[in-house]
């Protein structure tokens, strides 16, 4: 934003004062990435130092959003008439949660709780969005969450939103859609006010066809498809903000995870046996992903950890990493007081049950080898610890293993226009 209004191009060396020493690795991923997508140009003058600009679409398409000019109706268009019914704050956030808890309870669903029970059902689209995702899979009429969806189920709602919104947007050719379109329109949710109804009648085709999908989500509401005007809800006016998305109790997963009054609700025993101070349907069919749980009181569920409960959440693809994660965050106060939190031999029979059924771990990335020497295998191999994408590395076979290859391999490229 600070080279926006910038005339000229900026030169590295002040465009590295803004940046912290330990926040080098950063830096270099972000000017990486805004290369890639053409928003930054690395311009070189003879006689003058290194520098980059912004191009020109890009600086030209910012300024007319942050400004609102033209036609294209960054901020949407307001309604000019009163709705008969306005919708209040408070029943937006009520609609958002419900929805919400909704997609969350979809994915956890597969545990036999009902979670649905206040009449919401889901779309078809929504539920095939969910799968081409990768968070859920469908095997038959039976769905599972996957070890991506359980990591899901985990984040802050803001990041949940976002995760399923570039989903969409990936699947934006097979649904006929413009993508600029669907993007330009998430952009444009995030600067919406709480409370106030929009047009529809600036909306692109494929924008007003999203509507019917982000009111499934709780991203949006209308009274009904046919309604001119929408209202979008928490869960869009904080897209672009780190404000929390909801402010219910329940709605926001981290929180929905705790006892009302904020705390941790999980107590773990010795003996493998569980119990959790919820009466939250949501809150168990988690439990339930990886624990057997038997009995069921108003205010507390009870049960145990088992080899059979584990190995069947791993088959799911949950990782025991993730719920032992799980465990600890969500402890009882009674157990905080403890140290370590959970029990180790809990803790190891977990991990070990993982074990039984995993022996090797993958990770997909590229492999650089063929070098001449050791000093044309130790830059790049240096270069690609310090930014934090380096698995493996052989000196003796001059071979190494990392996650990602762009930012390597344009390394390479300046060092050999460099003649080192």
Not at 60 to 76: D, E, I, M, V, W
Not at 224 to 241: G, V, W
Request: hydrophobic share 40%.
């Amino acid at each position: 934003m600070a080279m926006l209004y910038i005339s000229h191009p900026m030169p590295v060396t002040d465009l590295e004062s803004w940046v912290r020493p330990e926040s080098k690795r950063d830096r270099d991923l972000a000017l990486s990435i805004l290369e890639r997508l053409h928003v930054l140009e690395n311009t070189t003058n003879p006689g003058k130092p290194r520098s980059y600009v912004l191009t020109d679409p890009f600086v030209a398409s910012l300024r007319l959003a942050l400004t609102g000019g033209g036609n294209h109706n960054s901020f949407g268009v307001p309604c000019s008439t009163p709705e008969k019914n306005p919708v209040s704050i408070e029943e937006l956030d009520n609609f958002a949660r419900r929805q919400w808890e909704a997609v969350l309870g979809y994915m956890v669903g597969s545990t036999g709780i009902g979670i649905t029970d206040e009449g919401v059902r889901l779309s078809q689209g929504v539920k095939a969005l969910l799968q081409d995702g990768g968070l859920v899979v469908a095997r038959g009429k039976k769905v599972e969450i996957t070890k991506d969806g359980f990591a899901f189920i985990l984040e802050e709602v803001n990041a949940q939103i976002w995760q399923v919104l570039r989903h969409y947007l990936d699947n934006a050719e097979r649904l006929r859609m413009d993508p600029v379109d669907i993007f330009s329109f998430f952009f444009m949710l995030g600067s919406l006010e709480l409370g106030q109804d929009y047009s529809k009648t600036s909306l692109t085709r494929t924008q007003t066809h999203m509507l019917e999908d982000l009111s499934d989500l709780g991203i949006i509401y209308q009274s009904s498809p046919s309604s001119t005007r929408f209202y979008p809800t928490r869960l869009a006016t904080t897209l672009t903000s780190d404000a929390s998305a909801l402010r219910s109790v329940s709605a926001s997963f981290d929180n929905a995870l705790r006892s009302a009054d904020g705390r941790g609700f999980i107590l773990l025993e010795t003996n493998y046996r569980i119990y959790a101070y919820t009466s939250s349907n949501l809150q168990i069919a988690i439990l339930q992903l990886f624990a057997d749980l038997k009995v069921r009181y108003p205010n507390m569920v009870s049960g145990r950890i088992t080899r059979s409960s584990i190995r069947q959440a791993i088959q799911m693809g949950i990782t025991s990493d993730q719920i032992i994660s799980f465990l600890k965050t969500h402890a009882h106060p009674e157990m905080r007081t403890e140290n370590p939190v959970l029990p180790l031999d809990v803790i190891d029979a977990i991990q070990l049950w993982q074990n039984e059924k995993e022996r090797m771990k993958t990770t997909p990335g590229f492999l650089f080898r063929d070098f001449l020497n050791a000093a044309e295998f130790e830059g790049p191999c240096k270069y690609a610890e310090e930014i934090g994408v380096l698995i493996w590395k052989s000196e003796s076979r001059r071979m190494f293993f990392v996650t990602r290859h762009e930012q390597v391999a344009a390394y390479l490229k300046n060092r050999s226009k460099k003649g080192v």
